[in-house]
């Protein structure tokens, strides 16, 4: 996260933030003789010589990987709890801790691997009687959370998400976006018609008007200020009329 000395502050204003620059991976010692020496940053020991793999802390995969991700001060200060359980470890275990300043790391400072995170958590499933899904749908969960709460400002997402193009994220949760388009209509309905739909027309269908009494209404009656506030405030709502009203003129 930031700095030490400037954590209270930056965590009060909302600018604590985690770096994203490295990857733990499992791979095997045959490819390990293929990777690149500068992508590998540390090998961890092996705990069994009989092992193929070996445990590596590696850069990411991509650049578009090494993000910053700004943290919710509740996230934060979960943080900051974690940290200080875990020097409280260091200095009771002493040198029997192996200190590679990790922050997930075990009782004994080795590195929390993805099987032991994919135990642990679906063993929370399990004792909270939640649905069953993997580790990795979470990411997708936040993600999705992001765009409803954001207005769908899929940018800002992305820098979070590590995506490539923006455009991967517009494909793969456009879904989401959709929902708030229909719920753009449904305000439209309920600001302009009153929420009649095919009430109204099915009542204009049943009582014909008399012929030559045709009454043709103009202007805002009807029309709920507080809906067509909501309407107006979003900005490609905001622009379709501001054209409909030129092209009426």
Same mark, same amino acid.
């Given at each position: 996260?930031?700095?030490?000395?400037?954590?209270?502050?930056?965590?009060?204003?909302?600018?604590?933030?985690?770096?994203?620059?490295?990857?733990?991976?499992?791979?095997?010692?045959?490819?390990?003789?293929?990777?690149?020496?500068?992508?590998?940053?540390?090998?961890?020991?092996?705990?069994?010589?009989?092992?193929?793999?070996?445990?590596?802390?590696?850069?990411?995969?991509?650049?578009?990987?090494?993000?910053?991700?700004?943290?919710?001060?509740?996230?934060?200060?979960?943080?900051?709890?974690?940290?200080?359980? *875990?020097?409280?470890?260091?200095?009771?275990?002493? @040198?029997?801790?192996? &200190?590679? #300043?990790?922050?997930?790391?075990? !009782? %004994?400072?080795?590195?929390?691997?993805?099987?032991?995170?994919?135990?642990?958590?679906?063993?929370?499933?399990?004792?909270?009687?939640?649905?069953?899904?993997?580790?990795?749908?979470?990411?997708?969960?936040?993600?999705?959370?992001?765009?409803?709460?954001?207005?769908?400002?899929?940018?800002?997402?992305?820098?979070?998400?590590?995506?490539? *193009?923006?455009?991967?994220?517009?494909?793969?949760? @456009?879904?989401?976006? &959709?929902? #708030?388009?229909?719920?753009?209509? !449904? %305000?439209?309905?309920?600001?302009?018609?009153?929420?009649?739909?095919?009430?109204?027309?099915?009542?204009?269908?049943?009582?014909?008007?008399?012929?030559?009494?045709?009454?043709?209404?103009?202007?805002?009656?009807?029309?709920?200020?507080?809906?067509?506030?909501?309407?107006?405030?979003?900005?490609?709502?905001?622009?379709?009329?501001?054209?409909?009203?030129?092209?009426?003129?």
């Amino acid at each position: 996260m930031c700095e030490d000395d400037r954590l209270p502050e930056s965590i009060k204003a909302g600018k604590a933030y985690v770096y994203v620059n490295k990857e733990l991976q499992r791979v095997s010692k045959s490819v390990m003789k293929t990777l690149e020496k500068k992508d590998v940053l540390r090998v961890f020991p092996e705990l069994r010589e009989s092992n193929k793999t070996v445990l590596v802390l590696k850069k990411p995969k991509t650049e578009t990987s090494t993000r910053k991700i700004f943290l919710p001060r509740t996230v934060a200060e979960m943080l900051i709890d974690w940290k200080r359980e *875990q020097d409280f470890t260091k200095e009771a275990l002493g @040198s029997e801790y192996s &200190d590679f #300043d990790l922050v997930m790391a075990n !009782d %004994l400072g080795m590195p929390t691997e993805q099987s032991r995170i994919t135990a642990l958590f679906s063993d929370l499933i399990q004792r909270n009687d939640l649905q069953k899904v993997v580790f990795h749908s979470l990411r997708h969960s936040s993600i999705t959370y992001k765009l409803k709460l954001n207005g769908g400002d899929i940018k800002a997402v992305q820098g979070d998400s590590g995506h490539a *193009q923006a455009q991967m994220v517009t494909d793969q949760y @456009s879904h989401i976006l &959709d929902d #708030d388009r229909m719920h753009n209509a !449904d %305000l439209f309905e309920q600001a302009f018609y009153g929420g009649k739909g095919a009430e109204s027309v099915h009542e204009a269908a049943e009582t014909p008007a008399a012929a030559g009494q045709t009454e043709v209404k103009t202007g805002t009656e009807g029309i709920d200020p507080e809906l067509l506030a909501k309407v107006l405030a979003n900005p490609e709502m905001a622009a379709l009329l501001t054209t409909l009203a030129r092209n009426l003129k």
